[in-house]
């Protein structure tokens, strides 16, 4: 099956993150297609066809939030060998859900991802928890009785008390009682497009990867604002110095109301950029 056009997959991006209830694997799959020409329609359907797969390997209504996280920690954390390594965090494949379900491999989020799409098609009451610096899941009620989990270390239990170890070890900050509150599927899309940018961006030959997670980012409903400032100066650095002085300029007039001083800064930036087209 043919490939999408760049058009046709950012339109698809853009709806898919404005339906009313945003379908967490598509969105992760067509962040896939921006990074891998070889992830057609095929390749989407195949895999959503493995979560469904997956799914359906799951017993019948395994008891509550305890038997849930048993389950789903026998089948993929032992099972399908699904967990991450410290390597993981230095391939960009480790963003992608679709290389995530063929290596079983990946970051914390995408790991993430998968328990809660495959533990979703199975009705489990499952949700995200976008711990500073460490993404797991949780089963049951998250403002009752819940357990969290740890896809990345194979579905290693967690209690709140961990959680917040787990937060120091990562950021030596303490864990925020609002940090174990449900993460949407948007806000888990736009972290994921956040570590794809810091990945490129620690790689200066990588622009093109961090250009396209800032636009796709920029889909989305609800977004930094800062992220236009960060495109129009990737433009500049890539050599397309006319639309990046457009952006620059555009930027500074969002934010000139509140912040004339920076606005000033970023209007001269922009005529920078301009010059350098004479």
């Known amino acids: 099956m043919p490939r999408m056009n760049d058009t046709s997959r950012r339109r698809r991006f853009a709806e898919a993150a404005r339906e009313e209830r945003p379908d967490l694997a598509l969105l992760c799959l067509l962040v896939g297609m921006e990074a891998d020409a070889g992830l057609d329609e095929d390749g989407l359907d195949r895999a959503q066809i493995e979560l469904d797969r997956l799914a359906g390997l799951l017993p019948f209504a395994p008891g509550g939030p305890e038997g849930w996280a048993t389950a789903l920690a026998r089948l993929l954390g032992e099972r399908h060998d699904f967990r991450g390594t410290p390597a993981d965090y230095r391939r960009l494949e480790s963003s992608l859900l679709h290389e995530v379900l063929r290596r ?3 970051l914390p989020i995408l790991l993430s991802v998968v328990w809660i799409e ?5 009705g489990a009451p499952v949700y995200g928890v976008g711990l500073p610096g460490h993404f797991v899941v949780g089963f049951g009620d998250p ?3 819940h357990v969290l989990v740890d896809p990345f270390d194979g579905g290693r239990s967690l209690s709140d008390e961990d959680a917040a170890i787990l937060v120091a070890g990562a950021t030596g900050t ?17 972290r994921i497009l956040n570590n794809i940018r810091a990945w490129a961006a620690a790689r200066p030959e990588r622009t093109d990867v961090q250009l396209w997670a800032i636009e796709l ?3 989305l409903p609800s977004h930094p604002a800062r992220l236009r400032y960060e495109r129009a100066q990737l433009l500049v650095e890539r050599g397309d110095f006319l639309a990046g002085a457009k952006e ?12 004339p001083e920076a606005a000033a800064a970023v209007r001269r930036q922009a005529r920078a950029a301009r010059a350098m087209l004479n």
């Open 104 to 106: 079983r491999r990946g």
């Open 248 to 259: 620059l300029e555009d930027y500074a007039e969002v934010v000139a109301a509140v912040e």
């Open 118 to 122: 495959v533990a979703r098609r199975a």
């Open 217 to 219: 980012s920029l889909l």
């Open 143 to 145: 403002y009752g009785h």
């Open 174 to 190: 303490p864990l925020a009682p609002s940090a174990l509150t449900p993460s949407t599927p948007l806000e888990i899309v736009l």
